[in-house]
């Protein structure tokens, strides 16, 4: 189909490109010109382009503000009246097996131990924890604890 169409219009395809080449050629010779009897004037303002740019970059660099990290550790003290949130445990369908894995990782333990403590294998403490961080909408431990501390899931 298109190249039925093709083939219809090739004395309309011809014309088009060839007026486009000389269109080409046309701007190709204004912009010879130009650059021959305006040489001086492109340099210069390639030069000032240049410099100007190099001004911008070092008044940034010398004007940016010096930031100092300052660390502040606080104790957190547990809350001693926690009340786990079932509704919202229900609603992300979070099994028992699977909040025991989110409370022990909660008290920093490694994959490793907390399938030790569980008496279960390792893959099946990564598989709970995945389900965990898809169920939490969670990338990393640290946001899945924190996500379910919020969500009062774990204290």
Same mark, same amino acid.
């Given at each position: 189909?298109?190249? $039925? $169409?093709?083939?219809?219009?090739? #004395?309309?395809?011809?014309?088009?490109? $060839?007026?486009? &080449?000389?269109?080409?050629?046309?701007?190709?010779?204004?912009?010879?010109?130009?650059?021959?009897?305006?040489?001086?004037?492109?340099?210069?303002?390639?030069?000032?382009?240049?410099?100007?740019?190099?001004?911008?970059?070092?008044?940034?660099?010398?004007?940016?503000?010096?930031?100092?990290?300052?660390?502040?550790?606080?104790?957190?003290?547990?809350?001693?009246?926690?009340?786990?949130?079932?509704? !919202?445990?229900? @609603?992300? @369908?979070?099994?028992?097996? !699977? &909040?025991?894995?989110?409370?022990?990782?909660? #008290?920093?333990?490694?994959? #490793? !131990?907390?399938?030790?403590?569980?008496?279960?294998?390792?893959?099946?403490?990564?598989?709970?924890?995945?389900?965990?961080?898809?169920?939490?909408?969670?990338?990393? @431990?640290? #946001?899945?604890? !924190?996500?379910?501390? @919020?969500?009062?899931?774990?204290?």
């Amino acid at each position: 189909m298109i190249i $039925a $169409a093709i083939v219809r219009n090739k #004395q309309n395809i011809l014309y088009g490109l $060839a007026l486009a &080449l000389l269109l080409l050629l046309l701007n190709w010779l204004e912009w010879h010109f130009v650059i021959i009897n305006h040489a001086f004037e492109i340099y210069a303002g390639a030069i000032a382009l240049i410099f100007t740019a190099l001004g911008i970059w070092l008044a940034l660099k010398l004007v940016k503000p010096k930031v100092n990290t300052v660390v502040i550790e606080k104790p957190v003290v547990a809350d001693a009246g926690f009340i786990l949130n079932e509704a !919202e445990l229900s @609603r992300r @369908r979070i099994s028992s097996r !699977e &909040l025991e894995v989110l409370q022990l990782m909660a #008290q920093g333990l490694s994959n #490793q !131990e907390i399938a030790e403590s569980l008496f279960v294998s390792l893959n099946t403490i990564k598989t709970h924890t995945s389900n965990l961080f898809l169920k939490l909408e969670a990338e990393r @431990r640290t #946001q899945a604890i !924190e996500k379910a501390k @919020r969500l009062s899931l774990i204290p």
